[in-house]
């Protein structure tokens, strides 16, 4: 199932097209990634000004990169896809595929989030797989079923 491949207007998604366009930048979509381990790391060390550090990265990081010069990069397709699915009103988590990998990861986040809480290492990093494979497996199937 395709959806449609025209840029979403500000009013169908959460964010506005400008804060799309920053997001689309591949270093914005990897080190988005990339701090999921940090925050996992700072919950199970209870380091909370990296904690606090890796949460606001997390909220500034959408906007903190250029646009990218195309829209080659994997990630950067990713973004658009989302952006796209979004507008056309697919939501991200529910009981049809792929919306179920999102689904999927609540349970996910259980499991982490026990695991910090009992500082289980290999729990916790078996979890942190599973949060971040869910997730970057949904961002695969929703470029494949879009147009971007």
């Known amino acids: 199932m395709a959806v449609e491949s025209s840029p979403a207007d500000e009013s169908s998604t959460?964010?506005?097209d400008w804060v799309w366009d920053r997001h689309a930048n591949p270093w914005s979509g990897w080190t988005r990634v990339a701090v999921t381990p940090v925050i996992v790391y700072a919950l199970y060390q209870r380091n909370w000004r990296l904690l606090v550090a890796a949460v606001v990265w997390?909220?500034?990081n959408p906007v903190a990169f250029p646009p990218p010069n195309d829209d080659s990069a994997w990630m950067t397709r990713g973004v658009r896809a989302e952006e796209a699915w979004l507008a056309a009103g697919n939501g991200t988590v529910g009981t049809s595929w792929p919306n179920v990998l999102n689904l999927l990861n609540?349970?996910?986040t259980a499991y982490?989030?026990?695991a910090t809480i009992r500082r289980r290492p290999v729990h916790a990093i078996v979890a942190t797989?599973?949060?971040m494979?869910?997730?970057l497996l949904w961002i695969n199937e929703i470029i494949e079923r879009t147009d971007v």
């Open 14 to 16: 959460l964010l506005p």
């Open 58 to 60: 997390t909220v500034v």
């Open 106 to 108: 609540a349970p996910a």
């Open 112 to 114: 982490l989030g026990w």
């Open 129 to 131: 797989v599973l949060v």
């Open 133 to 135: 494979g869910f997730k």
